[in-house]
């Protein structure tokens, strides 16, 4: 096992745990989208499901910030750190972003605007995310010289 193998384990490693939790964003988002009017208590559900997912991305963006992912990349190819730490920087945004759904769907305002005024700001959300996502494996793929596909 050289040094070669190492980092493609690496590679492979990182990208499964995006596609992972990219799978869990896409079932999020197509129950938000099946939800009716009719699921009278489609608020509280929706509400629960953001604070799970704000726990699985505080714990994924935890673990890139304390070393993780990123850092193997960056000892490889230092020229990526400046786009490393904008996107680290970009962690707490999408935490803060999460909490204001969880907020809004959890206020006394529960109507069918409010509803669908959720549904696209949590659609930009996710677009937002998918390209955070995507840049941090660019990094990590550029680093490593590697053309492991994300399987999507």
Same mark, same amino acid.
């Given at each position: 096992?050289?040094?070669?193998?190492?980092?493609?384990?690496?590679v492979?490693?990182?990208?499964?745990?995006?596609?992972? #939790?990219?799978?869990?964003l %896409?079932? +999020?988002? =197509?129950?938000?989208?099946?939800?009716?009017? &009719? !699921?009278t208590?489609?608020?509280?559900?929706?509400?629960?499901?953001?604070?799970?997912?704000?726990?699985?991305?505080?714990?994924?963006?935890?673990?890139?910030?304390?070393?993780?992912?990123?850092?193997?990349?960056?000892?490889?190819?230092?020229?990526?750190?400046?786009?490393?730490?904008?996107?680290?920087?970009?962690?707490?945004?999408? #935490?803060?972003?999460?909490? %204001?759904? +969880?907020? =809004?769907?959890?206020?006394?305002?529960?109507? &069918? !605007?409010?509803?669908?005024?959720?549904?696209?700001?949590?659609d930009?959300?996710?677009?937002?995310?998918?390209?955070?996502?995507?840049?941090?494996?660019?990094?990590?793929?550029?680093?490593?010289?590697?053309?492991?596909?994300?399987?999507?």
């Amino acid at each position: 096992m050289g040094q070669s193998q190492n980092h493609q384990t690496h590679v492979e490693s990182f990208l499964e745990e995006h596609r992972e #939790l990219m799978q869990h964003l %896409s079932r +999020v988002q =197509q129950w938000c989208h099946e939800s009716t009017e &009719a !699921d009278t208590n489609r608020f509280e559900i929706f509400s629960t499901q953001l604070e799970d997912l704000r726990e699985t991305l505080m714990e994924h963006f935890q673990e890139e910030e304390d070393g993780g992912y990123l850092s193997p990349a960056l000892e490889v190819a230092p020229r990526f750190s400046r786009d490393a730490q904008e996107l680290l920087q970009q962690h707490q945004e999408f #935490l803060n972003r999460l909490d %204001s759904l +969880v907020n =809004q769907l959890k206020s006394d305002q529960q109507g &069918a !605007d409010v509803w669908s005024g959720v549904q696209a700001e949590f659609d930009e959300f996710l677009v937002n995310l998918r390209k955070h996502e995507g840049a941090e494996n660019a990094i990590v793929q550029s680093a490593f010289g590697d053309d492991v596909g994300t399987g999507d």
